[in-house]
């Protein structure tokens, strides 16, 4: 086990590396408009991914444009929703100061919240009513936190609001993480008073970690209450259902 860890965070390392160097050499071919931004991130976190031995599995066609929404499972969902499609994140103030991921999220287009303003929520509704014309979609977690996947938390309406007022579609995105040895997830899911470093050298250690996406049908709602109620209900039953098979 010890022997995987080291060579997963020698690995990690590198990769870390690279995808600064990338973006460096990809600024000198040309402006990082938004849109290169997002396939920098997501070429990245699929390296990221392989680094870590995480196997990701997408069930459904991944959306182009409007807004995504996901259940949260932990900072993993990012590598793994954005290895799946080129995506923009709603992510907390707090990540903007950790170190290096905190400047690579900047680098990738990620839009910054603070949960405790009023104005940084609507500053944020108004960037994403721009960037739902990029053709890129916005991925915003609702619950407004990870949890340990017992259950699905209610969902946060205020930044939904911005894909309802625009009449885009909204589409459901439900991830599980699956142990080969039968682990619960809830062993894998950074949630509570859970430390970023303890946990990250256990995800190192895990043999046979596989992460499941599915994606829903893309639909438009006719406000921020009825889409918030719907796509929650829509993900908890995706949940369910792959929990019995």
Known sequence: MRLRQFRRAVALGLVLILCLVRFWL?????????KRRALWMQRCC???LASLGIHCQVEGTPPTHGLVVANHLSYLDILILSSAMP??????????????FGCTARM???IFLNRSSVASAQKVAGIMSERFRLGVPVLLFPEGTSTDGAKVLRFHSRLIDPATTAGVPITTAALRYTIADGTPER?????????FFPHMVRALAV???SAQVQFGEAKIY??????????????ASMREKDSRQ
Do not use: S
């Open 108 to 110: 990738g287009g990620t």
């Open 222 to 235: 006719a406000n921020r209450r009825q889409a918030a109620e719907r796509t929650h209900d829509e993900i």
């Open 87 to 100: 995506c923009f994140f709603i992510a907390k103030m707090e990540i903007a100061r950790w170190p290096y």
């Open 46 to 48: 699929r390296h990221v």
């Open 187 to 195: 062993e894998l899911c950074w949630f509570g008073d859970t430390l």
């Open 26 to 34: 990809a600024r000198l071919r040309g402006p990082m408009t938004l």
């Open 207 to 209: 043999k046979g970690f």
